[in-house]
């Protein structure tokens, strides 16, 4: 039926694509939203798109590899000590900042560009609804995963009956034995489901990030403002520094095997220069103010908002600030709340340099 669908219709599919394409082209050119002149220099911007790869990609590495090396070569960022904890809450309030202070808004301003129809774009905040399903979809696609490797675990042969003709004979020492061994089933499985738990975390937040790190580096590339650039080369190399060190927190604790480590590390170092490239290649035939570029561009930051917002409050926050450990611990719940608010701090400096 698929097949069939798909000979009969090609041509009309073809067609309905270019024109799809080129309704930007054509709506723009009745836009008021024109880009300005004055500041346009394409062989200066150039130079810059290409430092920007260099230092984009170099803070990537720094930011992503350092918290897995650091754990596997120092004993202080074992899961277990405080400090670990502090780190994972300042990581928490980078990403949290990142949602809320640096995608969000972006979406909303690119949702309500005058270069968009007011109906139905004006009418309704879909920026709002979108982040909104987004997390939905998150919690729900989260609980699925970590529901069906449950059952899969009970569904596996438990061992019956164990210690039973110890307790008839009253042995008592191997009917200890017993409860012991079941206890540490019980402790693996439970320690399994909390590293798949790991790894769907590490894999939605890596989701979130390189959607919008993808959207930043079309933009880049795309852009031929040498000033634009330069102030977003700078506030950028730092956002993905600490977006980086957040993410590989997250990956150091679900334990992948190596080459999947490397895999997910070279994803996240290499979205925003390869996106810078792809804006580069469509730098004379795209346009960031066209309509159908200014509502995907939106749709697609407010569903990394809603994903980075819920992976930061949920997956983060929540699990660490009310783990047994802190809350019996004063010092380090001021301690994690401190560090919370400096990541959240710092990411907001960033934003507002990025402004100037």
Same mark, same amino acid.
């Not at 803070?59 to 000590?81: D, H, Q, R, T």
């Not at 590293?195 to 975390?201: E, K, P, Q, T, Y």
């Not at 000033?227 to 990956?251: D, P, R, W, Y």
């Given at each position: 039926?698929?097949?069939?669908?798909?000979?009969?219709?090609?041509?009309?599919?073809?067609?309905?694509?270019?024109?799809?394409?080129?309704?930007?082209?054509?709506?723009?050119?009745?836009?008021?939203?024109?880009?300005?002149?004055?500041?346009?220099?394409?062989?200066?911007?150039?130079?810059?798109?290409?430092?920007?790869?260099?230092?984009?990609?170099?803070?990537?590495?720094?930011?992503?590899?350092?918290?897995? $090396?650091?754990?596997?070569?120092?004993?202080?960022?074992?899961?277990?000590?405080?400090?670990?904890?502090? /780190?994972?809450?300042?990581?928490?309030?980078?990403?949290?900042?990142?949602?809320?202070?640096?995608?969000?808004?972006?979406?909303?301003?690119?949702?309500?560009?005058?270069?968009?129809?007011?109906?139905?774009?004006?009418?309704?905040?879909?920026?709002? $609804?979108?982040?909104?399903?987004?997390?939905?979809?998150?919690?729900?696609?989260?609980?699925?995963?970590?529901?069906?490797?449950?059952?899969?675990?009970?569904?596996?042969?438990?061992?019956?009956?164990?210690?039973?003709?110890?307790?008839?004979?009253?042995?008592?020492?191997?009917?200890?034995?017993?409860?012991?061994?079941?206890?540490?089933?019980?402790?693996?499985?439970?320690?399994?489901?909390?590293?798949?738990?790991?790894?769907?975390?590490?894999?939605?937040?890596?989701?979130?990030?390189?959607?919008?790190?993808?959207?930043?580096?079309?933009?880049?590339?795309?852009?031929?403002?040498?000033?634009?650039?330069?102030?977003?080369?700078?506030? /950028?190399?730092?956002?993905?520094?600490?977006?980086?060190?957040?993410?590989?927190?997250?990956?150091?604790?679900?334990?992948?095997?190596?080459?999947?480590?490397?895999?997910?590390?070279?994803?996240?170092?290499?979205?925003?220069?390869?996106?810078?490239?792809?804006?580069? %290649?469509?730098?004379?035939?795209?346009?960031?103010?066209?309509?159908?570029? $200014?509502?995907?561009?939106?749709?697609?930051?407010?569903?990394?908002?809603?994903? /980075?917002?819920?992976?930061?409050?949920?997956?983060?926050?929540?699990?660490?600030?009310?783990?047994?450990?802190?809350?019996?611990?004063?010092?380090?719940?001021?301690?994690?709340?401190?560090?919370?608010?400096?990541?959240?701090?710092?990411?907001?400096? /960033?934003?507002?340099? %990025?402004?100037?």
């Amino acid at each position: 039926m698929i097949r069939f669908l798909f000979t009969c219709s090609s041509k009309k599919l073809l067609i309905i694509l270019f024109l799809i394409l080129l309704q930007p082209i054509s709506v723009f050119s009745k836009c008021i939203c024109e880009v300005e002149e004055e500041d346009q220099n394409s062989s200066k911007a150039q130079k810059l798109k290409i430092v920007a790869i260099a230092s984009i990609l170099v803070a990537s590495v720094f930011g992503v590899c350092l918290p897995i $090396l650091a754990k596997n070569l120092s004993s202080y960022l074992n899961p277990e000590n405080d400090i670990y904890f502090l /780190l994972k809450a300042f990581a928490a309030g980078v990403i949290l900042a990142t949602g809320f202070i640096h995608i969000l808004p972006d979406a909303f301003e690119t949702l309500r560009s005058p270069c968009i129809g007011e109906n139905p774009w004006h009418k309704f905040p879909f920026t709002g $609804l979108v982040a909104m399903l987004a997390a939905i979809g998150t919690l729900m696609m989260e609980s699925f995963a970590t529901g069906y490797h449950k059952r899969s675990e009970l569904r596996k042969a438990q061992p019956v009956n164990i210690g039973n003709e110890e307790n008839d004979n009253n042995d008592e020492g191997d009917a200890h034995g017993s409860h012991v061994q079941w206890f540490c089933i019980v402790l693996e499985r439970s320690n399994s489901s909390n590293l798949v738990r790991h790894r769907i975390i590490s894999q939605v937040l890596e989701l979130g990030i390189v959607v919008h790190s993808v959207i930043v580096g079309i933009s880049i590339g795309a852009s031929q403002s040498p000033n634009t650039i330069k102030t977003l080369v700078a506030a /950028l190399s730092f956002h993905q520094f600490f977006e980086g060190m957040g993410l590989g927190g997250c990956i150091s604790q679900a334990q992948f095997k190596c080459h999947t480590i490397s895999f997910m590390v070279l994803f996240f170092c290499l979205t925003t220069p390869i996106g810078i490239v792809i804006g580069i %290649g469509m730098s004379n035939m795209y346009s960031m103010n066209s309509p159908t570029a $200014l509502i995907v561009q939106g749709l697609l930051l407010s569903a990394s908002a809603g994903i /980075l917002i819920y992976m930061a409050l949920v997956d983060l926050l929540a699990t660490d600030f009310m783990n047994p450990k802190m809350l019996c611990n004063f010092r380090l719940q001021l301690g994690a709340n401190f560090t919370l608010l400096l990541g959240v701090c710092f990411m907001s400096l /960033l934003a507002k340099w %990025g402004e100037a």
